[in-house]
């Protein structure tokens, strides 16, 4: 019929799609396809196989750690691959693995029914290979880059044809791991089932000075002396039991350069790992990704440039830095897909540490660097960060991505300079709040001539480009110490406010912000001309001491409350129009000097004037 509709959905080649037709899903597009798997310059293959014989009367016990014990009579029949590689670049992703999948299904066709416990052999019986081994050496600098789709720029490309015809292709995600010569990896593969392990898959990566890069900055986003991965990737036998992978990583002498971004795109990668064809309800296999990961020797920067403009992210003469830095480090985090299909996805993680020191790092423009006596300006001990992170992969009217973020410490000090509470609150804006997409001078500027544009000519309409966010946020802490220095730019002389406990809570969304802190009583006191190096140890010292030994306050509090509330504006700008704080003390009594009030008032406006500055 000539009257008929003709905008239906394309059902044809995509090759033949035309501006007349209706805009393919932006969730369909393979845009992160990249079929070149491997390049290299130089590689060997070596192959080997046993020829196994039959099993012994007389038979050698294996030890536990040897291996599995399945009566060989000793070692069992060994065949795997030996590659050799130099110069290589490896492209491996999502794509890439769900062709594998199909090629995987083909060649070795899935039974749905439960493995059976394989029986040990018996004298004069056949021995079994237990396993096929894969051994990867890198003979020279090799790439393994890893090309996924980015769901969360979905909205950047939704009113724009020309990417979403493919007649321009969108450029996908990547991480990049770059290894030096001497790094390994090796796989197992079982093929003997048994009741405690199923099928016991190992995998083993080793890696010489392994640095990452991104597609967020195409800069390092972690580089490490050396890096260790062992994972348990192995298979119930049940054919559709409950399935744990866990990736136990160990790094030495790590630096980590993170934006907000960054974790951004790891969320992308798990999401397109996770997607393809849906899997029949019949079939589903629930999936529990654990991943353990200690760190020796690290240091953590999170960059405070203002507005999060950043054109250099690895320039430390060109960016400012707040730094976490400390010996030794322990993050575990649990990924699950346990269901067929979820609305959302929940994940969780734990981060440890004995201490860490709190670092300003700036650039030799700034004034900080010429005129600050020392750039580490707090510590805490036994630091545990306790959280989850709930997402929505669709963006929806009613989605609300939350961050639950739980912090505990002991023996915490925070040397107050003005500047300082400044940047923590520069962290908050760059990592939580309204400036979490970094972005470059000439970018900013861009940005800020079309918002002015907007708002000569506004249009009324504001699309939802992100899901909302939904930020819970507590810290506490057991016996810490604020010193407000009595100098612009050192704390030889500052005054020191002790407490027991401090409870800080926060909740922060798109619409509000809503902050209470709670102080024990402060016990205040004049420290002049100390050692700056000893301040973070008398803290540590003075939180162990009795009531009896501890020093005479000349001003205490019994108690403070600090209540902060802001109401935001419409989107997108989201302005502040109404803000309240509320400062509630209990008793204060002073026996002191006029010294410590004079120290005290100069310790306070030193605070305002850096703040501002």
């Not at 090759?15 to 798997?37: A, M, P």
């Not at 490896?90 to 749905?112: E, N, T, V």
């Not at 946020?473 to 406990?501: E, M, R």
Request: net charge negative; with cysteine; charged share 25%.
């Amino acid at each position: 019929d000539e009257d008929e509709d003709d905008d239906g959905e394309w059902l044809g080649l995509e090759r033949y799609l035309t501006s007349d037709n209706n805009i393919v899903s932006l969730q369909d597009l393979e845009y992160g396809k990249y079929s070149k798997l491997l390049e290299s310059n130089f590689a060997n293959m070596h192959y080997y196989y046993d020829s196994p014989g039959l099993v012994p009367i007389n038979q050698t016990k294996l030890d536990p750690s040897q291996g599995i014990d399945i009566g060989n009579g000793g070692f069992a029949p060994e065949t795997g691959i030996e590659l050799g590689l130099s110069g290589t670049t490896i492209h491996y992703g999502p794509w890439a693995d769900r062709q594998r999948f199909h090629l995987h299904k083909m060649i070795f066709p899935s039974l749905c029914r439960d493995a059976e416990e394989f029986e040990k052999l018996k004298p004069g019986m056949k021995r079994q290979y237990a396993g096929f081994n894969v051994f990867v050496e890198i003979l020279d600098e090799s790439i393994i880059r890893i090309p996924f789709r980015e769901p969360s720029k979905d909205a950047v490309y939704l009113h724009n044809p020309d990417y979403v015809n493919s007649s321009i292709s969108r450029p996908f995600g990547w991480l990049e791991l770059k290894m030096e010569k001497g790094s390994t990896i090796s796989t197992h593969t079982s093929y003997i089932p048994t009741i405690e392990n199923g099928w016991e898959n190992k995998l083993g990566i080793s890696l010489i000075e392994p640095e990452v890069r991104s597609s967020t900055n195409h800069e390092i986003l972690f580089k490490a002396k050396k890096h260790s991965i062992s994972a348990d990737i192995g298979y119930p036998l049940k054919w559709n039991g409950e399935t744990t992978w866990t990736f136990r990583n160990n790094s030495y002498d790590a630096d980590i350069f993170l934006l907000r971004e960054h974790i951004t795109l790891c969320i992308d990668l798990f999401d397109d790992f996770g997607s393809g064809d849906p899997t029949p309800y019949e079939l589903f296999r629930p999936f529990h990704y654990k991943i353990f990961w200690n760190i020796t020797n690290y240091a953590i920067y999170l960059n405070i440039n203002q507005r999060n403009i950043v054109n250099n992210p690895l320039d430390f003469s060109e960016n400012t830095y707040l730094s976490f830095q400390g010996t030794n480090l322990s993050l575990d985090v649990h990924v699950p897909f346990d269901t067929i299909f979820r609305k959302s996805n929940t994940i969780d993680y734990k981060l440890k540490t004995s201490y860490f020191d709190l670092v300003l790092d700036s650039p030799p423009w700034h004034t900080c660097n010429n005129f600050l006596s020392k750039n580490r300006v707090g510590r805490a001990n036994n630091f545990v960060l306790d959280g989850s992170y709930t997402y929505y992969p669709l963006i929806e009217i009613d989605s609300v991505d939350t961050v639950v973020l739980s912090c505990t410490c002991d023996d915490t000090t925070l040397e107050c300079y003005g500047f300082v509470v400044n940047y923590i609150m520069v962290v908050k804006e760059n990592y939580f709040g309204d400036h979490i997409h970094f972005q470059t001078f000439n970018e900013f500027m861009d940005d800020l001539n079309r918002v002015e544009e907007e708002n000569e000519n506004p249009t009324g309409k504001v699309m939802k480009s992100q899901n909302e966010t939904d930020v819970f946020f507590s810290f506490c802490v057991n016996n810490g110490c604020l010193v407000l220095p009595g100098h612009i730019y050192d704390s030889k002389s500052h005054i020191a406010l002790h407490f027991k406990t401090l409870d800080v809570d926060i909740r922060f969304t798109n619409y509000y912000m809503d902050m209470q802190a709670n102080f024990s009583p402060l016990n205040s006191r004049l420290v002049e001309n100390v050692n700056e190096e000893e301040i973070f140890d008398t803290t540590a010292t003075y939180g162990k001491l009795d009531e009896i030994s501890r020093f005479r306050p000349e001003m205490l509090i019994d108690g403070l409350s600090i209540h902060g509330h802001r109401i935001f504006g419409l989107p997108p700008i989201e302005p502040t129009y109404y803000c309240r704080w509320d400062f509630v003390a209990g008793d204060i009594l002073i026996d002191s000097s006029p010294l410590f009030l004079d120290g005290m008032i100069r310790a306070i406006k030193n605070m305002g004037y850096c703040y501002i500055d």
